[in-house]
């Protein structure tokens, strides 16, 4: 259960947005690499710091404490991270909610039919520091409620077994494979646009 400080934040983060707001305003990128740490919601709300996994569950965790399921979604990536966002339906309708040190790789309004048109918006926005893009796959919602056993909102532990059951569930491409083959890049304009506000 949440302790009545960590009640006291979730109940001001009553929608997507400001949960948003808080993850972009409130928390610290966590410049380590991902596989150093993977914080529970509790440790990010304790240390005020997250790399997309741990932004990604405590998102989850605040939407679940409005009402929402706590569903999770993989974004799949050749020479470059996984992403995740924890995603959300308005009206029939998926958006998501997400930790990113690249500013186009965040926050979406509940506009995508689908949990793939929702996937593909980030497609030009998900690339590596070389400039290639690099999505190619996404994976269905997973609801997190499984990992209740684990105490995943508020175990001090890290949460290693969320990140490896989601590299086993089944992924969707993105494009063709024979598509994937040619390597796409982004503009430079875009690029420096996309690493505004960045911690390097």
Known sequence: MFEKAEISILKKLSTPE?????LDEEVDYNKEVD???????????????G?????????AAALRFHGHDPLIVDLEAVRDDDHLLAV?????HWGAIAKSNYAGLRYREPVYRTIRELAISYFEHY?????????RAFSRPVNLKRFDRIDWMTTDEDLWAICEYLCTVPHSRVMPLPLERK???IDTRS???GMHGAVK
């Open 51 to 59: 790399h997309c996994a741990e932004g990604a569950f405590f998102a």
């Open 35 to 49: 596989g150093e740490s993977c914080r529970s919601p509790r440790m990010l709300m304790r240390d005020r710091i």
């Open 191 to 193: 690029y420096h646009a």
């Open 88 to 92: 959300f339906r308005e009206h029939d």
């Open 183 to 185: 390597r796409r890049r």
């Open 18 to 22: 400001k949960i948003q707001r808080y």
């Open 127 to 135: 690339y590596n520091l070389k400039g290639e893009k690099t999505l």
